[in-house]
């Protein structure tokens, strides 16, 4: 992640100078989130549950990457948005603590930590993890009986053909495919490798899904909503090789003293949020072409989330 210096510099290019101090200042919750899909969904999610309960809210939705919406809340040029539990291993510098891999235990940790340190609450987490996963395609799993990634390096050990998809990070990480290697016991050579530029998912993922160049498995995300549309089916990590991404919103602890009608609002939806439903409801943004605010608002209705 970048510095915090260099995040807060970036942060005041894209704020005009009255906004920055919205946050400390002014009555309303400023409401921001990330510029990827989940990002996008989930903060509008929050920011239209908020406006229902009758609560005044400032959209500043679509703010940029993890680094400047880190620097905008230490900062108070924003009061909420939804982070993931597994970047508390980078911004407290914990990356080899073992909690960060057990979903309850990592987000009580950084509950605690960004308490003690910033005053920032981390509200009920979604059931969900986004962290990063191998994916394969629903015709390999159903051949040859994978559903977890045990059954992935069984497979590979047994000589069963398996040519992966993946960015450079994803391939050369100690987080990422050495992970997996090393906590189930398995090695994919070069030759089992094509590595693609960037980190783009929907790219490893489309190679897939169209088997070029006899690739069968990709690189992904565990709420990438491109994972159904495209039959790929998500290996499950079940000795937690990799940290827990759970998406959570993240409050001012100032602010949620003078608005605690959050904490319980968004307790109840983020609740619901599933991997399914979140696979789901990403696809309908990064698959069918829905808006955002569209799809995050439909779904609030058909929970009845909305009064």
């Known amino acids: 992640m970048r510095s ?41 999610m929050i920011l239209e549950l908020l406006a229902a309960r009758g609560l005044p809210v400032d959209n500043r939705l679509a703010l940029g990457p993890t680094a400047i919406l880190r620097a905008a809340i230490l900062s108070k040029a924003i009061d909420l948005y939804p982070e993931y539990t597994g970047n508390g291993a980078f911004f407290f510098h914990r ?25 920032l609450v981390w509200l009920t987490p979604a059931p969900a993890d986004n962290s990063w996963v191998i994916a394969v395609r629903r015709d390999v799993a159903r051949r040859h009986h994978l559903k977890t990634m045990e059954d992935f390096a069984r497979y590979i050990n047994g000589g069963g053909y398996i040519k992966l ?22 090695h994919l050579s070069d030759r089992q490798l094509v590595t693609l530029a960037g980190g783009n998912t929907a790219a490893t ?6 088997g070029m160049a006899g690739v069968n498995a990709a690189m992904a995300y565990g709420t990438d909503g491109a994972l159904a549309a495209l039959g790929l089916l998500a290996l499950a990590d079940d000795k937690g090789a990799e940290i827990v991404y759970a998406p959570a919103p993240v409050v001012r602890a100032a602010v949620l003293a003078r608005y605690p009608a959050i904490a319980p609002a ?31 608002a439909a779904y609030l209705r058909a929970g009845h ?3």
């Open 4 to 44: 915090l210096a260099a995040a807060l510099a970036l942060l005041a290019a894209l704020l005009p100078p009255a906004a920055m101090p919205a946050g400390s200042a002014g009555a309303a919750i400023v409401v921001s989130s990330k510029i990827d899909t989940e990002g996008a969904l989930l903060g509008n």
């Open 305 to 307: 989330f909305l009064r």
């Open 266 to 296: 968004l307790a109840r939806l983020f609740a619901t949020l599933t991997l399914g439903r979140l696979q789901r409801l990403n696809a309908e943004i990064a698959v069918a072409g829905k808006s955002a605010a569209a799809v995050a």
């Open 165 to 186: 998809a993946a960015s450079a990070e994803f391939v050369e990480s100690p987080a990422a495919l050495p992970a997996f290697e090393k906590t189930y016991g398995f």
């Open 95 to 119: 990356e080899n603590d073992p909690a960060w891999r057990d979903w309850r235990r990592g987000y009580e940790l950084v509950k605690k930590l960004d308490w003690e340190k910033n005053r």
């Open 205 to 210: 993922e489309r190679a897939a899904a169209e």
